[in-house]
Structure formats: structure tokens, C-alpha cells
């Protein structure tokens, strides 16, 4: 087994990685932790994968301002990787995430839904404020940005 999980109070599976290939990877080997099963998923794709020269995860800070409360922040994305002859940054998320809340329906709102809505709000406009801020550090260096989702999941065939 190339990782072990760690107790915690999240409702993801979280821990720590240990690559089989560990020259490919680019960082404290002894410190590779992912945050759910789609990073892990992910890492046991890029250390197996033939095609991946280099990776790493979580590898540096950009910093961007936050839409909704106008503050700065450091983001770090989940991954960089060199597939083939390209430099890609992944961030791993939900669907869900990556598009505009549905509006609730009206007459059917009520505190909760009304809060969960609030929260799926601030949530999308903080990730499009951090996916505005990797897509601009990318073209300034040469990198793609890709935002990996459970779609994306459903081609790589890797069992954890």
C-alpha cells in the first residue's frame, strides 16, 4: 500500500502518500498528504502514468484576491504536472463548484436552503477569484490550467 489515511474530523478520506515512483516526484516525498479520495486518486494516477515526467502537489503560492470580500489569499493549487511535453497545474473539485449555484426556486426557500445557498455562493465566487488568479500565473509561465472533476475521474482507470 502506497499510502496510509490519517483520523480526522472531515468527511473525506485524508492522509498521507508515499510515491512508487519517486524520482518522478517534485517535493518532500515524506510529506505528500492529500486533503479525498479524488487527490488520492489522482496522485496513484500521476506517479503510475508512463507519460508523467514530474509532479507534485500543492507546490507553491499564488496569490489572489477573494470577489466576495475583496482580501488577499494564498491559494495552492492541488497539483502540478508535466504530462508528455506539457506543464499543467490540476485543481481537484466537484462539479458542483465549478458552476453558479442554482437559484432556489421561489416560495420553496427557507433558512436552510436559503444559508446553503449563501454558502455554495461564496464558495464559487472564492474559486472563480483563485481560478482567475492561476489562469493569469499560467500564461505568464508557459502552464495550462486544468480544474479536474468526477467526470474527468470516469477516464482514468485507477483503483485506490
Partial sequence: MSWRIVENKSRFKQGYY????????????????????????????????????????????????????????????????????????????????????KKLMEGKANVKSIQNYNRACLTYIRNISKWKAASEFCKRNNLEFKIFTEKDFKSINIST
Fill in 18 to 101: 508515499t510515491p512508487e515512483n519517486a524520482e518522478k516526484y517534485l517535493g518532500d516525498k515524506a510529506n505528500i498528504f492529500f486533503r479525498s479520495s479524488w487527490e488520492l486518486k489522482l496522485m496513484l494516477y500521476l506517479d503510475r502514468n508512463p507519460n508523467v515526467k514530474n509532479w507534485s502537489s500543492e507546490p507553491f503560492p499564488i496569490n489572489y484576491i477573494n470577489l466576495a470580500t475583496k482580501k488577499q489569499h494564498r491559494y495552492f493549487v492541488d497539483f502540478w504536472a508535466i504530462i508528455g511535453d506539457k506543464k499543467i497545474l490540476i485543481e481537484v473539485k466537484p462539479i458542483e463548484e465549478t458552476h453558479p449555484p
